[in-house]
C-alpha cells in the first residue's frame, strides 16, 4: 500500500504562487508516475499535470505556462509549482501514484485564489 499526502496548500491573492507537495510512500518510488487532479465546487475533477517515472510531463491547457510539475526521487517527493493563480484555479487539489493499473491518492488539499 502506498500512502500519499498533499502539503502547501492555502489561500493567496491572484497573481500570486504556491508550491504544492507531495509525499508517496514506498521503495520503488521512482517507477511510479505521479500526477495532480483538481476539483472545483460542483465541477468533474480535471487532470491538472502529470510526470512520468522518466520525467515526461503534461498539462492541462489551461495552466500551461504557469504550473510546473516536478519530482525528486531521492525524497520520494512530487512537486507542483503554481504561478500567476488565477480565481478559476481555486479548487481541491489531489496528488496520485500510478503503476499499472494501481493507483493511489491524497487526500486532497485546498487551493483558494481571492482578492
Known amino acids: 500500500q502506498v500512502q500519499v499526502v498533499e502539503s502547501g496548500g492555502g489561500s493567496v491573492q491572484p497573481g500570486g504562487s504556491l508550491r504544492l507537495s507531495c509525499a508517496a510512500s514506498?521503495?520503488?518510488?521512482?517507477?511510479?508516475?505521479m500526477g495532480w487532479y483538481r476539483q472545483a465546487p460542483e465541477k468533474q475533477r480535471e487532470l491538472v499535470a502529470h510526470?512520468?517515472?522518466?520525467?515526461?510531463?503534461n498539462y492541462a491547457d489551461s495552466v500551461k505556462g504557469r504550473f510546473t510539475i516536478s519530482r525528486d526521487n531521492a525524497k520520494n517527493m512530487v512537486y507542483l509549482q503554481m504561478n500567476s493563480l488565477k480565481p478559476e484555479d481555486t479548487a481541491v487539489y489531489y496528488c496520485?501514484?500510478?503503476?499499472?493499473?494501481?493507483?493511489?491518492w491524497g487526500q486532497g488539499i485546498q487551493v483558494a485564489v481571492s482578492s
Open positions: 496520485y501514484a500510478r503503476l499499472g493499473t494501481e493507483a493511489y
Open positions: 510526470i512520468t517515472s522518466s520525467s515526461s510531463t
Open positions: 514506498g521503495s520503488i518510488f521512482s517507477y511510479y508516475d
